[in-house]
């Protein structure tokens, strides 16, 4: 089967560092993407792992390890409004066609 | 450019009543999909369309229909609304193979009593 597993809350205070950890368990495995969602917004795209190793885009960052199966988002210099839902997705083929697996989210507070 | 559009914003429903969600993108993108996220679970592929014309199941396709009824819309259908059904539906669409980006619509949050 797949699955993946992420904490489901982290909170923070400003301007600190935050990681979220992404573990999947896929066939097929072509790659992993991040997304943010605000309170009754849509998903918007953050990043996409297809190779191992460090991504980094302005203040968030976004690791894979394949043969680890693991992966994470790293958020820097924390603002108030990073707080939200940060989805892993798995991008596998599996069943016959590509698909976007999503992780259940982690919740981000961030604090003054 | 709107990106991703979808109609109604809300709507609630009586079981058994049927209903069309209605999607559409600007970005001349050939796949479309359509999601289903409930309090919880993330999100999960109902059905998707890899080009006009073609239509796939996704994870959880019992219930619903759809119809790609050109490159710019992908129509989601319950033909018999039932209280499982109670969620918050998101449209997208992508360029793959040529990126695997995902752009959502606003979303249609749909009640079923």
């Known amino acids: 089967g797949q699955s993946l597993e992420q904490p489901s809350e982290v909170t923070a205070v400003e301007g600190a560092i935050v990681q979220i950890n992404c573990t999947y368990q896929t066939s097929g495995f072509y790659g992993l993407s991040w997304y943010q969602q605000h309170d009754g917004g849509a998903p918007t795209f953050l990043s996409y792992?297809?190779?191992?190793g460090l991504e980094e885009t302005g203040r968030f960052s976004s690791f894979l390890s394949r043969s680890d199966s693991y992966g994470y988002l790293l958020l820097q210099e924390l603002q108030m409004k990073d707080s939200a839902s940060y989805f892993c997705a798995v991008r596998a083929f599996s069943g016959g066609y590509n698909k976007l697996i999503f992780g259940a989210g982690t919740r981000l507070a961030v604090h003054p | 450019n709107a990106g991703v559009t979808q109609t109604p914003k809300f709507q609630v429903l009586k079981t058994g009543q049927s209903m069309t969600l209605q999607c559409a993108q600007d970005m001349n993108h050939n796949s479309m999909y359509w999601y289903r996220q409930d309090p919880g679970m993330g999100l999960r592929l109902i059905y998707y369309s890899a080009s006009e014309g073609t239509t796939d199941k996704g994870e959880v396709p019992n219930g619903y229909n759809v119809s790609r009824l050109n490159k710019r819309e992908f129509s989601l259908r319950l033909e018999s609304a039932a209280p499982s059904q109670t969620s918050v539906y998101f449209c997208?669409?992508?360029?793959?193979?040529?990126?695997?980006?995902?752009?959502f619509g606003p979303g249609t949050r749909l009640t079923v009593t």
């Open positions: 997208a669409s992508s360029e793959e193979p040529v990126s695997y980006e995902q752009y």
């Open positions: 792992n297809a190779l191992d």
